[in-house]
C-alpha cells in the first residue's frame, strides 16, 4: 500500500471513529470533545496503537497527522475569536488580569511545593511549577461554544484570562531558561517584554485599519471563497507571528485574528464557512491527536503517587488561582468556580512544555511521564467539569424562576 493510500485510510478511521466518540459521548449528555478525547487515547500507545500496525508503515503519517492537527487548533481558536468582538474582552479586562495572573502564581507555587516534597532538583521543582502554570482553552472553548456560553460573563472572562496567562508563562519560561544557561536575565526579559509588545501593537494596529480595507476590496472580486482564503492567510500569518516575533503560542495569534475579523460585514459567511471546514475535518483530528500523543503504559509504578500529587497541585491550582481572581474581580462564586474550572485543562500546550523541560534536562524520564498523565487527565475532566458547573447555572434559574412566580 502506497503512503499516501495509508494517510487516506487512517484519516477515515480517524474521522469516522471522532464522530462516533461525539455522538456517543452526548448521548450521554457529555461534551462531544471528551468522546473524540477517549477515541485518541483508544487509537494510541495507551491502547491499540494503531500507527504502529503493519498496515501503516509510513514514519511520515504521523507528522503529518500532528501538522493537520495543529491547523485544527489554529481553525479552533480562530472560530473562538469571531464569536466575540474586542470590546466585549476590553469590558472583562479586570477578571481576565486578575484570573490570569492568580491562575499562574499558584499552580507554580503549587508545583515547586511537590517537587521538593519528592526531592526535585530545586530547577527541576522551578520547571514542574511553570509546566503546571501554563493552560490551553482550546478544550474549553469548545465546551463552552456547545455549552451556548462563550459569550457570557465567564467566557469572555476565560479567553481573556487565557491571552494573560499565555504572556505571563511564557515570559517566566523564557526568563527562567535564559538564566539556566548563564545568559543576561535583565537584558532577556526585556527583550521578551518588548517582542510581546511589538507582536501585540502590530496585529491590533493591522487588524483595525489594514484589515477592514482588504475585505472590502477582495468581497466584491470574482474570487471563489476570497474572504474565507483571506481569514485562512491572516489567521496563518498571525500564528506564525506570535510565534516568531511575540515569542507566544500560535493560537494567541489566531484568536486574535478571530477578534479582528469579528468586526467585519462578513463575519455570518465566515463563521459558516470557517466552521463548516474546522468541525468537518481539522478539529476532530486536534483532539484525537491529543490521545494518540500519550503513552499512559510509559508510566512507571514509581510515578503514580507523583502524578497524583502533579495532578492536585494542577487542579486545584487553577480552580482556586483563577477562580480567586474572577471572585476578587466581581464574579459570584459559581461564576468563579466555572471560570477555573475552565483554565484547568493543559492540552497541547502542557505536552509542549513538558517536551522542552525534557529536551533541557529538566525533567527526568519518570518525571516527564507523570506530567503527561497530569496533562491528559486534566484535558479530559475539564469537560466534565464545566458541564456539571453550568448545569447549576440552569439549576439555579430554574429555581429562581419558580421562586418568582
Known sequence: MTPFLQLLLFLSIILVLAKLGGFVSSSFRQ?????????????????LNILHLPIFDNPNIEWIIESLAEIGVLLLMFVAGLELHLSELARNSKVSAFAGVLGVLLPIGLGWGVGMAFGFQTSHALFLGLALGATSVSISAQTLIELKALRSRVGLGLLGAAVFDDILVILLLSSF?????????????????????????????????????????ISPLLISQGIITLALVVM????????????????????????MFSRSPE??????????????FFVPIFFVNIGLAVNVRELGAGAVW??????????????????????????????????????VSRGEVGLILASVGLNEGL??????????????????????????LFSKTKSSKVIHSSLSD
Open 31 to 47: 461534551p462531544s470533545v471528551l468522546g473524540e478525547l477517549l477515541v485518541g487515547l483508544l487509537l494510541g500507545p495507551s491502547l
Open 177 to 217: 531558561l535564559a538564566l539556566q544557561v548563564g545568559g543576561s536575565g535583565l537584558i532577556e526579559v526585556l527583550w521578551i517584554l518588548a517582542r510581546m509588545a511589538a507582536f501585540l501593537v502590530l496585529s491590533i494596529l493591522f487588524g483595525s485599519y489594514g484589515l477592514p480595507r482588504l475585505v472590502r476590496l
Open 236 to 259: 496563518f500569518l498571525y500564528g506564525f507571528a506570535a510565534e516568531l516575533l511575540g515569542g507566544m503560542a500560535a493560537i494567541t495569534g489566531s484568536f486574535l485574528a478571530g477578534l
Open 267 to 280: 463575519k455570518e459567511r465566515l463563521e459558516r464557512g470557517i466552521s463548516a471546514l474546522a468541525y468537518s
Open 306 to 343: 507523583l502524578l497524583f500529587a502533579i495532578l492536585a497541585a494542577a487542579v486545584l491550582g487553577k480552580l482556586f488561582g483563577a477562580g480567586l481572581g474572577a471572585r476578587l474581580a466581581g464574579f459570584s462564586w459559581l461564576e468563579s468556580a466555572q471560570l477555573g474550572a475552565g483554565m
Open 363 to 388: 525533567m527526568t524520564a519518570n518525571e516527564f511521564s507523570a506530567v503527561i498523565g497530569m496533562v491528559i487527565i486534566s484535558t479530559i475532566i475539564t469537560p466534565l467539569l464545566l458541564r456539571f
